[in-house]
């Protein structure tokens, strides 16, 4: 227990029982914030006139100190208590026992796993950015790169590497764009909302706000104090790019195994059996894979926590903040590793060699069929499915259908055709099928590069964006410290700011 609670409601404390409450572990990351938090308490708490400038001046040097690093007491419960003792123990109870007036730890935690959350989000945008233009990277080496794609895990149709590369830059565009609408939740500030009523000293909220580098208070004081649904949406939507992310290692895994041959893994990126010497294990893929499940079961174990707390603080509060930091360091490393695994990725080669992949091409036969030879589409289908029935059962490949054989199938339908070899053999060739499939969003050469363009500017802008965010905190810190050494400088006393209502600017 802090020594600050020494003589008060509590006699005692057992330290087993502080061990198994305390957030301490999980809390040092907050040390930087709380510490930002404090000050930019302070000089709100001079300029508004409720503590002298010598008391507001000791306590700024003091916080400035701490800076340096400081080594928590073992048996204190969290961060906000630490920082408060060892000011205490600089300038002495008179002046470090105001440090606290006007606001609480229940607002201070809030506001600090919030700036916390605000920088993990700005590095989490980075690394999808990061793989969103590595895929891109490779896609532009594999836009004439036919591969094959598959539903039901059974071969379907032909595309290109570059198609299949893209629909990840999709869904990560999607993920990023969540993230960001996350970073406008996230970057309210709850200072000021005391325990849950706010403070009866004349406290300004805003300047608070401003100093920190938030967009605007949080307004509600038991809503400041209670929510933590920003924690919640920011894990569904890890728990999102974490599926996504995931189903990528499943295709990769998958695609590398000889039975597939669609893909050759990086040496530098698998490991080989310890009693089989011909084995090539992907091994990371499958780390990433394993790993992206703890982010969904990080969120279901929060808002399970969640649903059935009483409003305004609770201590159960505490134990979901380490599961968000878990869940961003591992999506994180995990958006990283992918990144350079996918650039040293290459392609098989002679993919469509076995015959039975040679069937993908069989739906353009049968829109052949529908555009050339007017049959009706589902005839065509009928017809197709028979041929390909024949084929399998004797044994043949695409290569041995000539037009007699397609008249032949076609008898079940009583239909008389008089097809052309060349149509025969235009329709079922991979790399033609790819390049008719132009239409908007399809994996023909000239829509993939038409998509890579634009996607390029996607990633542009998502880095523009993120500029003006990483910006906007970088010129906060910059305030606020300006503003320690103003005051704890000057002769003069602090000038009371203007009190601002609505959005910080």
Known sequence: MSLLFKGGRLASVRRDVISFTSSLQSDR??????????????????????????????????LSELKTGMKPRRWVEDIHMSVE??????????????????????????????????????????????????????AKKHVETVIL??????????????????????MLERGLHRLEENYQRVNLCPMGAGALATSSFPINRERV??????????????????????????????????????????????????????????DSFSSTSSIMPQKKNPEVLEVIRARTSHILGNFVTSATTLKSLPSTYNLDFQEI??????S?????????????????????????????????TLTELVNMLVRKYKVPFRTAHKIVGALTKHL???????????????????????????????????????????????ARGGPSPIEVERMMRIRKKWTSFSRARLSEKKSRLDE???????VVNTYSTSNKPPRKAQNLTGKIR
Do not use: C
Request: glycine share 4%.
């Open 321 to 326: 903040t380490p599961r968000l930091w878990e």
């Open 392 to 438: 399998v059962e004797n044994k043949l490949t695409l290569s041995d259908v000539t037009p007699e054989l397609l008249q032949t199938v076609a008898e079940v339908s009583d239909l008389l055709l008089n097809i052309k070899m060349e149509d025969i053999h235009a329709s079922i060739d991979p790399l033609k099928f790819v390049e008719t499939h132009n």
């Open 85 to 138: 003792e060892e000011i205490i123990k600089k300038v002495g109870a008179e002046v470090g026992g105001n440090l606290h007036i006007g606001k609480s730890r229940n607002d201070q935690v809030s506001t600090a796993i919030r700036m916390e959350l605000r920088e993990n989000l700005i590095g989490l945008i980075v690394s999808v950015i990061r793989l969103q233009e590595t895929l891109i990277e490779l």
């Open 29 to 62: 990351r907050l040390l930087k914030p709380v510490i930002k938090i404090n000050e930019a308490h302070v000089i709100m708490l001079m300029e508004q006139k409720i503590i002298d400038r010598p008391t507001g001046v000791k306590l700024l040097q003091a």
């Open 476 to 482: 906060a810190e910059e305030k606020l410290e300006s």
């Open 328 to 360: 961003i360091e591992n999506i994180s490393s995990s958006l990283d590793m992918l990144s350079k695994l996918v650039n040293h990725l290459k392609v098989g080669k002679d993919i469509f060699k076995k015959s039975f992949l040679s069937f993908s």
């Open 149 to 170: 794609g598959y539903t039901h895990l059974q071969p379907a149709q032909p595309v290109t590497f570059a198609h299949y590369l893209l629909s990840y830059v999709d």
């Open 209 to 266: 706000a401003d100093l920190l580098g938030f967009n605007e208070v949080l307004e509600n004081s038991i809503d400041a104090v209670s929510s933590r649904d920003f924690i919640l949406e920011t894990l569904a939507s890890l728990t999102i790019i974490a599926v996504d992310i995931s189903r990528l290692t499943e295709d990769l895994i998958v695609w590398a195994s000889p039975d597939f041959g669609i893909i050759d893994l990086p």
